[in-house]
């Protein structure tokens, strides 16, 4: 499995990083948990089927960061990516904390995988 980022994820990254400095420590983990399982798991992640693309766009609700000590799971964090199963490869679409977004970029995702 290959992993590639929107020039806006690396962004929504690095803006994270000065809040949550362990943030690319998880995201380690959370790539590992993908190339096993890269389809939507509830209630950890589910697909975005309401913006009528034909792409597999996977919203991921539970991600652990070791930042927010005893949140485990519940740390608020929101990772949005896309799956393309055929050619092994994932795309990190936006990275957020639900206090600071209530949902994802819809503009962002239709306008890169229309």
Known sequence: MTFDELTEFKGDLKSLLKKYRTLNDDLDVVKRVLEVTPDERPPFSFRIDHL????CIIKVKKI??????????????RLIYA????????TF??????NDKENEDKKRITDNFK
């Not at 009528?52 to 792409?55: F, H, V």
């Not at 679409?93 to 639900?98: A, M, N, R, W």
């Open 83 to 90: 799956h393309f199963p055929d050619e092994q490869k994932i």
């Open 93 to 98: 679409i936006e990275l957020y904390h639900k």
């Open 52 to 55: 009528g693309l034909e792409r």
């Open 64 to 77: 652990a960061c070791k930042a927010l000590k005893g949140r485990g799971v519940n740390s608020g964090l």
